[in-house]
């Protein structure tokens, strides 16, 4: 069983930073990519950035340039640092993980952190 705990999220100014960072643990093979999607009331879940065992990343156009996602493989976390806020960018963020056991792919979700941007 594989957990994923995200942290960081808040109410942050427009302009403001944020960084969010989520951990993985538990036994489901090796992880192959990680990455953070949001999601806001009535909408579907959006990929923010994604970045893969070997740190290839992939941004969604609405947040490059303002948003670097990182990892730390020992670790096993992922971080999203999050500058230029807009408040656009209100919404909660799930981190996303796959992982590879067996000739198998697996998807893990988080439960979600709370991004805010407003005044």
């Known amino acids: 069983q594989v957990q994923l705990v995200e942290s960081g999220g808040g109410l942050v100014q427009p302009g403001g930073s944020l960084r969010l960072s989520c951990a993985v643990s538990g036994s489901g093979g090796s992880i192959k990519a990680m990455g953070w999607y949001r999601q806001t009331p009535g909408k579907q879940r959006d990929l923010v950035a994604t970045?893969?065992?070997?740190?290839?990343?992939k941004y969604a156009d609405s947040v490059k340039g303002r948003f670097t996602i990182s990892r730390d493989n020992a670790k096993n976390t992922v971080y999203l640092q999050m500058n230029s806020l807009k408040p656009e960018d209100t919404a909660v963020y799930y981190c996303n993980a796959i992982t590879s056991l067996a000739s198998t792919s697996f998807q893990y979700w988080g439960r979600g952190t709370q991004v805010t941007v407003s005044s």
């Open positions: 970045i893969t065992s070997g740190v290839s990343t």
